[in-house]
Each structure stands twice: as C-alpha cells, then as structure tokens.
Nanobody, 122 residues
Framework: VQLQASGGGLVQAGGSLRLSCAASGRTFSDHAVGWFRQAPGKEREFVAAIRWGGGDTYYGDSAKGRFTISRDNAKNTVYLQMNRLKVEDTAVYYC????????????????WGQGTQVTVSS
C-alpha cells in the first residue's frame, strides 16, 4: 500500500487549502483513513478520519467546524478541506490507513504517507 499526500503549501491566515491522500496498491472496504499533523517540537496530533465504507467522519478538536474530510471512491482518494486556517495549523500533515475501530490514535494505523507541509502566515 502506498499513500501519497499532497496539497500543502503557504497560505495566509483565514485562507483555505485542500489536502489529498491518494491510495494505491489495494482497495479498502471498512478501513479508516486518517489525517494527523505534527508541528515542530510537538507530538503528532489527530486531525480527522473517515471510514472508507460507510463514510462516517471523525474530527479532532482543532478541526471541528473548520475542516471537512471526504472521500472519492472512484479515485481511491481522501480529501481534507481546511478553511479559516490559523497560524497554529502550521504543521506537516500525514495521512494514514488502518482497520481498527479506533481512529484517533497513531497506533491504529498501519500505513502512512510521507506528509505534506502546511504553513499558515499571519
């Protein structure tokens, strides 16, 4: 399984970005695809997740009300739409795939992408 995260970049506070996580190598049924982020000097933090099959979504506190996770089954791709970005959203964002019932812990995920940098300027 390979995960390719993309879509990061530099944006001003209040702006938007859409991250993509393209999966290849296999298809997923009940797996969850999650987004995590890690800022310099901080631990990796859960952002959002989506169940590939039913489409159930989950959000960390930092993402609620501003970020939206979605999937495109035909493209085997999960998206993270990030709106009203804040300086504190600056981090490397990683996508991951796992088949655990738990979605907000790194240990629940088996495959990880390489990360994409998001930088929000003031």
């Amino acid at each position: 399984v390979q995960l390719q995260a993309s879509g990061g970049g530099l944006v001003q506070a209040g702006g938007s970005l859409r991250l993509s996580c393209a999966a290849s190598g296999r298809t997923f049924s009940d797996h969850a695809v999650g987004w995590f982020r890690q800022a310099p000097g901080k631990e990796r933090e859960f952002v959002a997740a989506i169940r590939w099959g039913g489409g159930d979504t989950y959000y960390g506190d930092s993402a609620k009300g501003r970020f939206t996770i979605s999937r495109d089954n035909a493209k085997n791709t999960v998206y993270l739409q990030m709106n009203r970005l804040k300086v504190e959203d600056t981090a490397v964002y990683y996508c991951a795939v796992g088949d655990s019932n738990i979605v907000d812990r790194q240990s629940a995920y088996d495959y990880w992408g390489q990360g994409t940098q998001v930088t929000v300027s003031s």
